[in-house]
Each structure stands twice: as structure tokens, then as C-alpha cells.
T-cell receptor, first 116, second 114 residues
Framework: NAGVTQTPKFQVLKTGQSMTLQCAQDMNHNSMYWYRQDPGMGLRLIYYSASEGTTDKGEVPNGYNVSRLNKREFSLRLESAAPSQTSVYFC???????????????FGDGTRLSIL | AQSVAQPEDQVNVAEGNPLTVKCTYSVSGNPYLFWYVQYPNRGLQFLLKYITGDNLVKGSYGFEAEFNKSQTSFHLKKPSALVSDSALYFCAVRRFYNTDKLIFGTGTRLQVFP
């Protein structure tokens, strides 16, 4: 009963390094999301994918890229990490991609990323 | 534009007392409203949602929330707080006919004292 699995759980990078955060869900959900959580700012949407093969920008996409590899997996890539990208990153998924669907999002336990 | 406000950074309550965590929203049209809870070093967990119907919504762990359209509020409540309820609580809103995107509030830390 894994739900949403994120790897790695922790990572320290140097400025300018690249990194891919992995996310996989086993609930056969269509929609997947990447958020970042910063103190006092709540969760902000970076990118999301309403279905396999589609991705869209959220509130704070600059400096990030995503890949919806298949229905299960949605990865987030930092091409050239900056200290401002130090954050906790959460992946989420949701069933029923119809616009008027009311299913909640299911979250992974996060990746804690520090960039020096 | 959609927005959610959680006016209190922290709420302190004694165990056994009722608790309220406040949330107000701004959205054009009918809203979908959600409450999530986050325990330390964990992801967000869904508590309850309002879509349509009764203004009082019951959720997990004895929590409930009251939707008030005239005040554009969706406050989270529990009649009797437990120490184990101590966590970070997030309110979120989505427009009725929109993409999948949720807008989250900044979170309220609930501290329940024995």
C-alpha cells in the first residue's frame, strides 16, 4: 500500500549541479503534481500533469523541468541548482482528471533539498 | 484570482477544549474547499472536503468544517482537542470548473497542550 513514493528523501547539492527528483504512484491516478513548501508560504505548485503525455506550468516553474514518463511516474529536474531552490518538494497524485472532479490529492512524504 | 487566507500562524488550545482553525477564501463561482493536515516530516494528509450540500462537513479523526458562503469562510473545528492533533493544517481551494490546480493557504500550526 505504497501510495505516492518519492526518492530521494534528502539531498544536498552545490550551486550549479543538476538533480532529478523521482515520484511514482501506484493508485492508477491520472493527475500528478509537484509542489515546493517553504516556511510561511504554504505549498506552491511548480508543475502538474493532468494525464500521461501532458504537463503544464504552475505558480513557480522557473528553474525546473518535468517529465511524465508514464502514468505512474512524474519526475522533477533542476538543471542548474540555485540556493533559492532550497526547499521541501512534494509530489502528489489524484484520480479522475475531469475538471469537475472532487477527489483529493494524495501526497508523498517529500524530498528535503539543500543547495549550498 | 483564487486565494486562500489562514489568518493565524499558530493556534494554542488545551486538551479537551474545542478548537477552531480559520480559513477564508476568494474564488469566482462555486468553490471546492479542502482541509489537509501535515505531521512532522510527512506529506499532507486529506481531512475533509466541501463540494455542495450540507454546510457542515465531517471528516477524519473527529474533525469537521463549516462552510459559510456569505462570509466566504471554511473553518476547521473539533469539539474536544487531543495532544495528538498537534500538527500543521492547510486549507485549500479550487474553482468548480477549472483545471486540477489547488491553491493552498500558508498553514496554521495547531499546538494542543496537555
Amino acid at each position: 500500500n505504497a501510495g505516492v513514493t518519492q526518492t530521494p528523501k534528502f539531498q544536498v547539492l552545490k550551486t550549479g549541479q543538476s538533480m532529478t527528483l523521482q515520484c511514482a504512484q501506484d493508485m492508477n491516478h491520472n493527475s500528478m503534481y509537484w509542489y515546493r513548501q517553504d516556511p510561511g508560504m504554504g505549498l506552491r505548485l511548480i508543475y502538474y500533469s493532468a494525464s500521461e503525455g501532458t504537463t503544464d506550468k504552475g505558480e513557480v516553474p522557473n528553474g525546473y523541468n518535468v517529465s511524465r514518463l508514464n502514468k505512474r511516474e512524474f519526475s522533477l529536474r533542476l538543471e542548474s541548482a540555485a540556493p533559492s531552490q532550497t526547499s521541501v518538494y512534494f509530489c502528489a497524485s489524484r484520480g479522475q482528471a475531469r475538471m469537475n472532479s472532487n477527489q483529493p490529492q494524495h501526497f508523498g512524504d517529500g524530498t528535503r533539498l539543500s543547495i549550498l | 484570482a483564487q486565494s486562500v487566507a489562514q489568518p493565524e500562524d499558530q493556534v494554542n488550545v488545551a486538551e479537551g477544549n474545542p478548537l477552531t482553525v480559520k480559513c477564508t477564501y476568494s474564488v469566482s463561482g462555486n468553490p471546492y474547499l479542502f482541509w489537509y493536515v501535515q505531521y512532522p516530516n510527512r506529506g499532507l494528509q486529506f481531512l475533509l472536503k466541501y463540494i455542495t450540500g450540507d454546510n457542515l462537513v465531517k471528516g477524519s479523526y473527529g474533525f469537521e468544517a463549516e462552510f459559510n458562503k456569505s462570509q466566504t469562510s471554511f473553518h476547521l473545528k473539533k469539539p474536544s482537542a487531543l495532544v495528538s492533533d498537534s500538527a500543521l493544517y492547510f486549507c485549500a481551494v479550487r474553482r468548480f470548473y477549472n483545471t486540477d490546480k489547488l491553491i493552498f493557504g500558508t498553514g496554521t500550526r495547531l499546538q494542543v497542550f496537555p
